[in-house]
């Protein structure tokens, strides 16, 4: 991967670290799925009347916006409104490229080098060493439901990769169509209108910017450049750099949400740090 491509994969990564600081603050205004619908409905209309059809199977749409939009923010929403801290949610999302890369061998007949291979298991085990110390009386629902998001993170890499377009963003404005109709059926199963009233009669000026956040910066800039890289680049390639997330997370939730690190966090993150680099 050129140096430029690896810089820009590493700006998308900090763009969805604080990320997750900005969907905590959005959670304040609005129910879980709700607001992810909102996210990809301001994001499909009106952007597909201006943007091309995809070059790829409608099929492939349909897996990528069932995959991304609804399993994966669909599913992180709901577990950080039932009790998933930001800066753990930051730490279970890089996951992904533990199903990501055997699924890419499995689905796409990728090789990862021995190096990679290293590198994203060292990293893992850093993960896990950070998870060990912040989910302690975190709900187990809701760190099962961020490793569900994780797992259909990785199944839409595997997909976008295996469409191969070359108009990554078409592909990201027309999935974002998939999700809207699905998110608010379940949101008014789980929710309901009563929810809704009560969201639309209190927001606020930081629900407001947080969904504009989640909205242009999140997903135009950050899902548009990973596409754009996974329609490059191996996926096994592309994915570790999310590794970085619960480094820069953890701080990031400590200076804005004041969940405070421990030393067997850093330490954690250190070894992400290290296996990052092999990756």
Known sequence: MPRRHAVLALVVAICWVVNFVVIDIGLESFPPLLFAALRFGLIA????????????????VVAVGLFICVGQFGLLFVAMNTGLPAGLASVIAPLQPVFTIPLAVLALGERPSLRQVAGVSLAVA?????????????????????IASAAA???????????GTKR????LVWSSVVAPVP??????IFEGTARWQSAASS??????AALAYVVVVSTFFGYGVWYWLLSRHPASTVAPFTLLVPVVGILTAW???GEHPTWGELLGSLIVLVGLTLA
Do not use: E, K, M
């Open 45 to 60: 209309f009106p952007a597909i009347f201006f943007v091309p059809r995809p070059d790829v199977r409608w099929l492939a």
């Open 126 to 146: 850093g993960i896990g060493a950070i998870a060990a110390g912040r989910a302690h009386g975190v709900p187990l629902q809701a760190v099962a439901l961020g």
């Open 153 to 163: 993170w990785g199944c839409g890499n595997v997909v976008t990769r295996a469409a």
């Open 168 to 171: 990554p963003f078409s592909l």
């Open 183 to 188: 998110l608010l059926g379940l949101s008014l």
């Open 203 to 208: 927001i606020d000026a930081s629900g407001i």
């Open 255 to 257: 200076l804005v949400r």
